[in-house]
């Protein structure tokens, strides 16, 4: 049974194996993989006592009843998904830590004020289709028809691909959950960030999930021979659009957001010709979104400044827009409660800047999650890594925090 850090990690390393790619791992929506990583933690979920079911989007749920059959549950869940190429604790710990809290529940016959759930989504990265939280959304009852029409690579649709999973397009409605059957949604999560570690702790209270504005920048000026065109009379496209990267990086600093250039194209890109034109992306995250709003205004009045003063000419596209999620203050505490537990008597709080699906939980019910630390802050990559130590305070401090939300719900 599941009930220790030493399992769990055991565990991932299994789910691991379920890939077929020999650099990391990966597993992707309605794939082979996906239905495989289904039928071995709905095995380890009933080892823990739990009913277990797949849900009408592919998702993995299980439920142990509370003190009275039928009692509204507090959901804890994380995806079982994964990016190419990718490490095996994203998603994946937090699904068998909230395994490994239920299991303890279970064998201590805990007769709690509510059912607790748990939820393995099938779809948060949406590495596939290209649409983000699509198991969550499911279940929040957020789904979009449109959906229906987007492909993967290799041109299968996501209703075909539902089909052929064995799943029924028509029933997707039936994934959704009434809000009145959940009390509440916990959440944990390697950090994939380096924040815990340079602060020396294991643990953390997440506060918000970062809303995310992205945009697609050009700027044109005008090319022209390196070695015969004045700096007078020039219009650099790649010099105004060093200006703005820097201007980016020091608006968002300044107003505590993170603001990213990550993506950059130098037109004509001749080693003796000034760049004539500069495509740009910006990612632009906020623990709230008007603060995250008010840096793009300043973003954006600091290009048209930088365009006016250089000659050159600026146009931008929004291509992404979410919003930030706050985790509940209630949820917070009881987090905090639960990290006390572990002897942290000051547990630190952080915004996520990555995205989770607690997001999609948060049209649904109250949301709080639980950060672990990851060594230097690497996810997303095979060398994504934790500490048997943490992952057993994570348990631990999970279990102290359901405990805590029962002693309050009573």
Sequence with gaps: MMLDAQAVLAGCDRLATLSSLEDGIERVYLSSEHARANQLVAAWAESAGMRTWQDAAGNLCGRLEGRRPG???LLLASHLDTVPHAGRYDGILGVLVAIAVIGRLKRDKRQLPFAVELAGFADEEGTRFGATLLGSRALAGSWDPDWWQLTDAKGVSLEQAF???GLDPARIG???RDPAS???YLE????QGPVLEARDRALGVVTAIAGARRFAVTLEGQAGHAGTNPFALRHDALCAASEAVLSIETLSRAAGCVGTVGQLTVSPGAVNVIPGRVDFSIDLRGEEDATRDRVWHAIDETLARIGEARGVSVSRRETHRASAQLCSPRLQEIVAEG???TGDMAPLHLFSGA?????AVGALTEVGMLFVRCAGGISHHPDEAVSQQDVALAIDALEASVLALARRYD
């Design 355 to 359: 995205g989770h699906d607690a997001m």
């Design 71 to 73: 009692m509204p549950a």
């Design 182 to 184: 959940l009390i509440g």
């Design 339 to 341: 990290i006390r537990a």
């Design 174 to 176: 039936e994934a959704a």
């Design 188 to 191: 944990v999560h390697i950090e």
């Design 163 to 165: 089909s052929t999973f």
